[in-house]
């Protein structure tokens, strides 16, 4: 028997369905029994809600959201919920898919799950926001609590919005329920250290990855698209702590080029007091963001947006190591080209995953109501970091294959093993 999408299954849509391609290929190649294949392949559980919220102006106006959890075999689903006028089963559901591998590939005790609200938060005013977030959080209340499926930030969604969830969950069921949300105010049952845990995450993979390539990393040239939570930390980092050089930094409004390398601090201040964008900083030489993704450096960081890296692009990539800050910024396409030009790809579910390891780190501290230092969350999480890649890493190299179709032969193997020994219910 083969893993297959049999019968009259049918993936939510096109990336669902490119998210089983990179499952399959690693499910092929580490022999993965079929039975558990082919559960691993589909999400366990969607919600779609509709639901009512009163406007400022007296309107009824309906929302689309939903919540998926693609596994829950090692643990509470975990994933963040995103506010976007474009999102849908397919995008939330292959974001469940990836939830499951990025947190099996780290070693965290949980599941993949992720959520959406079809809307564009910024045509709404805040009172509109908070109430359809406090609706919406009760529509899927059902799937959600702390120890079984644990929401968090995405895609314009922020610590207040956590906090209402929080506290939406909490009346709903008569006690004050912090686990049931990560990414919280640090006053409010968040953690130390959240906000710089992906970049720092990302700039510890890539000081490892530099280790395997024979480069030295307080010598290394970086170039950073996105200079949003990922972008920016992840610059900081690498500058300030590992001595690399940033030369070439983007975000929505286009990018930016200095060889001497940027002052990171004072491009964020500068972006601060500049609407959140860096065009106009004065201390860089104006260029694309294609110039910036092709541009000659040892280390590129896509920190935006998906299919940054297509295969148009891929074939003018001249760094040696990418470390996919943002999830799913390469293309199918654009991948196996970046493997023909031996281009070390760390792939998104390891470079990212240092933000869903310290919301673990937030889930544990909650439930202890013991809160930690940031020494101590930099330090087990470098621990984790490090582990994971040389995991990674050892895999890549005895199977002879790329780093990503390795990290989910990591992840998977971790999966199998839950489920095999679970068993299927009822026997
Ligand atoms: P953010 O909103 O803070 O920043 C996004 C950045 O991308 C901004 O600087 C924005 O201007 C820039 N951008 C948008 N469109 C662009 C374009 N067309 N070209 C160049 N830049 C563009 O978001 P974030 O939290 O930094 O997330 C970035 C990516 O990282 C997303 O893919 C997200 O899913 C992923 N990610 C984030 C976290 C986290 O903890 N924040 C964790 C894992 C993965």
Redesign the pocket.
Known sequence: MEISKMGNLKAPGPLYEMAQHQFLKAAKLMDLDPNIGNFLLWPQKSLTVHFPVVMDDGRVEIFEGYRVQHNTARGPAKGGIRYHPETNLDEVSSLAFWMTWKCAVVNLPYGGGKGGVRVDPSKLSEKELEKLSRRFFSEIQMMVGPTKDIPA???NTNAKIMAWYMDTFSMNVGQTTLGVVTGKPLDLGGSEGRPE??GRGVAITASEACNVSGIDISKATVAI???????SFSAKILSEEYGAKIVAV????GGLYNPEGFDIDDLIAYRDQNG??IKGYPKGTPIT?EELLTMNVDILVP????N?ITEKIANDVKAKIIVE?????TTEEAEKILIEKDILVVP?ILA?AG??TVSYFEWVQDLQSHFWEIEDIRRKLTKIMKRSFGEVFATKQKYNTDMRTAAYIVAIGRVAEAVKKRGYFPM
């Open positions: 930030p995405d895609v845990a992906t698209q996105g200079f949003g939570n990922v972008g983007s975000d929505v409004s959140g964008i963001n920190a935006a947006l998906e940054a800050g943002a999830n799913g910024p998104d990212n933000g869903v």
